[in-house]
């Protein structure tokens, strides 16, 4: 017998990304705006509790006066889980996805960043095309998250094709070694997201993936909690501090997510979300 699909028509997805590229850039997460509190109490630098005091005052005064947290108000990143048993009326996916990004944007006066070639430089004027990846999942919801990805600290990121033998030391050196060279750029405290295992691209994924993880929850596999936990503390012994300035919080959180992969290669990523860690979810 075969299922019946529950229809979404493609105005709602529209009107329903639209809102989430308003309010990704407007109010910064729950768990993020905690962490950042709790930063002051654990920074030992002056100077890094008056920069912390000054990104906890940007965010409030960005959600009361409706105003994007950073002028850098990103590339649209969308990650999409639609359910098997759900039909898309009225249109394309995609399209809808691209009309909901251009609309927002357009009503938040939100920056147009997004340059149709990547060597001619020519502004869409829109910020459209968005970056789209679709998981296909059970069930008849489609989850929409709308991560908007400032360059600051998308440009910072990296991959690294480890060898198996390199082992957890090696992970932990190519991360300590990324987030040296990102200093101040990708405008610290950040959430670094690190993928392992899969393929040169799905690590990647896997990475910018651990971004949107809650701060505070930790992987459930033992072996990355405890790397995560390990890593937090070295990256704030490196001294970078509050927007590069110096002290304790150059991170408030690490995030691993793992894939299988195979015998002879361990794939790396790491990508840096900055203090602005903007992303915002409905479920149709």
């Not at 028509?9 to 910064?28: G, H, M, P, R, Y």
């Not at 999409?80 to 691209?98: F, M, P």
Request: glycine share 10%; net charge negative; proline share 5%.
């Amino acid at each position: 017998m075969c299922p019946v699909m529950r229809e979404i028509d493609i105005k709602q997805i529209v009107e329903t990304v639209s809102k989430l590229c308003i309010d990704a850039s407007f109010n910064l997460p729950e768990d993020v705006l905690r962490a950042l509190n709790e930063a002051v109490s654990r920074e030992e630098s002056p100077l890094g509790v008056k920069v912390l005091k000054q990104l906890i005052e940007n965010t409030e005064l960005a959600a009361k006066k409706k105003m994007p947290i950073c002028q850098d108000t990103g590339y649209t990143v969308v990650f999409l889980e639609l359910g098997q048993d759900v039909r898309v009326t009225g249109g394309d996916l995609y399209d809808a996805i691209n009309e909901g990004v251009k609309q927002g944007s357009k009503e938040a006066y939100l920056r147009y960043s997004i340059v149709s070639d990547p060597l001619k430089r020519e502004n869409t004027g829109d910020n459209t095309p968005a970056v789209i990846h679709t998981d296909i999942v059970p069930g008849d919801r489609l989850k929409i998250i709308v991560a908007p990805k400032g360059a600051g600290s998308e440009n910072m990121s990296g991959v690294c094709m480890l060898k198996p033998g390199d082992g957890i030391e090696g992970i932990k050196d190519f991360v300590l070694e990324r987030v040296r060279k990102a200093g101040a750029n990708p405008c610290p405290p950040v959430i670094v997201g690190i993928g392992i295992g899969g393929t040169f691209e799905k690590a990647t994924l896997l990475s910018k993936k651990a971004l949107l993880r809650s701060i505070g929850e930790y992987n459930n596999e033992k072996t990355y909690g405890d790397l995560e936990k390990e890593l937090l503390t070295e990256i704030n012994n490196l001294g970078i501090g509050p927007e590069g300035l110096g002290g304790r919080i150059t991170a408030l959180a690490v995030h691993i997510e793992e894939w299988p992969c195979h015998i002879a290669s361990l794939p790396v990523a790491v990508n840096f979300q900055c203090y602005a860690s903007r992303h915002k979810e409905v479920i149709l």
